[in-house]
């Protein structure tokens, strides 16, 4: 698994993922306790469904509140399934997350 706490984009967005490969962003506020729960299910997701294929960038909007206004980050926490398109957003607790690695679903 490759995660990344840093908000840098641009070289990011530049390269595009091998085929087969998630890439997704988790928007957080701080270290609350949402915040950590929503990274906990998304890695656990992610180890579940998808193994060592994806990787997983965390931003938290208070130390970076530019990518939240520049993704349009209106509730924490979000999850960006960026690639493989479509693009797809998940707000909330991630407890229903039907949809976000294809046609699984994966209510765990």
Not at 10 to 28: E, H, M, Q, T
Request: aromatic share 6%.
């Amino acid at each position: 698994m490759a995660e990344r706490k840093t908000g840098k984009r641009a070289a990011k967005s530049a390269a595009v993922p091998p085929p087969g490969r998630y890439v997704l962003r988790l928007y957080v506020a701080g270290a609350s306790a949402k915040s950590r729960q929503a990274l906990l299910r998304v890695r656990q997701l992610c180890e579940a469904e998808l193994k060592d294929n994806y990787e997983l960038e965390v931003i938290d909007i208070y130390q970076q509140p530019g990518l939240a206004r520049a993704n349009q980050i209106v509730a924490t926490p979000t999850l960006i399934k960026e690639f493989p398109l479509p693009v797809c957003r998940f707000i909330g607790n991630l407890s229903n997350t039907t949809g976000l690695f294809g046609e699984a679903d994966l209510n765990l």
